[in-house]
T-cell receptor, first 115, second 114 residues
Framework: DAKTTQPPSMDCAEGRAANLPCNHS???????VYWYRQIHSQGPQYIIH???NNETNEMASLIITEDRKSSTLILPHATLRDTAVYYC????????????????FGKGTKLSVKP | NAGVTQTPKFRILKIGQSMTLQCTQD?????MYWYRQDPGMGLKLIYY???????DKGEVPNGYNVSRSTTEDFPLRLELAAPSQTSVYFC?????????????FGPGTRLTVL
């Protein structure tokens, strides 16, 4: 079972920031928080990941609480093309593969960006 | 680079038929994965491979077989198709030495078993 809890759906106005929450209250000290998204009918796409510190890249920002029990993915200026299902995943960072490094997908949050 | 390619895009099978879903990546990734996604659900891992000649079961391996004879290819075999195997199948790959092991996904194969 997925170790994360996400709201099933959210709406966001185009041009506004989309803030997607994720609860991972049982996260272990060596587990990272990953975000992927899946645009309709396509394969999932990596967005961002983090351990303790907040992270930012060209796609999004990731804010992790100090106790690491929850996080928020922020899309600063959502566009219609950001409409997708967003998956929050916790996993052990592994350079050597094995089952502990595999991704476990829950149902995610369906984000609808509206004009 | 084409990335991860999958064939066919769509397929309809009759119960009891067999088929192979093809997956190829041109990124020289050591790790490859097969997932299935049922309607309205997240992805579930079927099998994965950490390199040529090495495969291992994921969460839902029953009814499937895999092989990894080359770095590039990771075919998924269905021997006796059942309606429960109606799903969308995604192949993915990742680097061995990446610091974050990002997985790159193919476009998927939509399989219907009637």
């Amino acid at each position: 079972d997925a170790k994360t809890t996400q709201p099933p759906s959210m709406d966001c106005a185009e041009g506004r920031a989309a803030n997607l929450p994720c609860n991972h209250s049982t996260i272990s000290g060596n587990e990272y928080v990953y975000w992927y998204r899946q645009i309709h009918s396509q394969g999932p796409q990596y967005i961002i990941h983090g351990l303790k510190n907040n992270e930012t890249n060209e796609m999004a920002s990731l804010i992790i609480t100090e106790d690491r029990k929850s996080s928020t993915l922020i899309l600063p200026h959502a566009t219609l093309r950001d409409t997708a299902v967003y998956y929050c995943i916790v996993r052990v960072l592994s350079n050597y593969g094995g089952s502990q490094g595999n991704l476990i997908f829950g149902k995610g949050t369906k984000l609808s960006v509206k004009p | 680079n084409a990335g991860v390619t999958q064939t066919p895009k769509f397929r309809i099978l009759k119960i009891g038929q067999s088929m192979t879903l093809q997956c190829t990546q041109d990124m020289n990734h050591n790790y490859m994965y097969w997932y299935r996604q049922d309607p309205g659900m997240g992805l579930k891992l079927i099998y994965y491979s950490v390199g040529a000649g090495i495969t291992d079961k994921g969460e839902v391996p029953n009814g499937y077989n895999v092989s990894r004879s080359t770095t590039e290819d990771f075919p998924l075999r269905l021997e006796l198709a059942a309606p429960s195997q109606t799903s969308v199948y995604f192949c993915a790959s990742s680097r061995r030495t990446s610091s974050y092991n990002e997985q790159f996904f193919g476009p998927g194969t939509r399989l219907t078993v009637l």
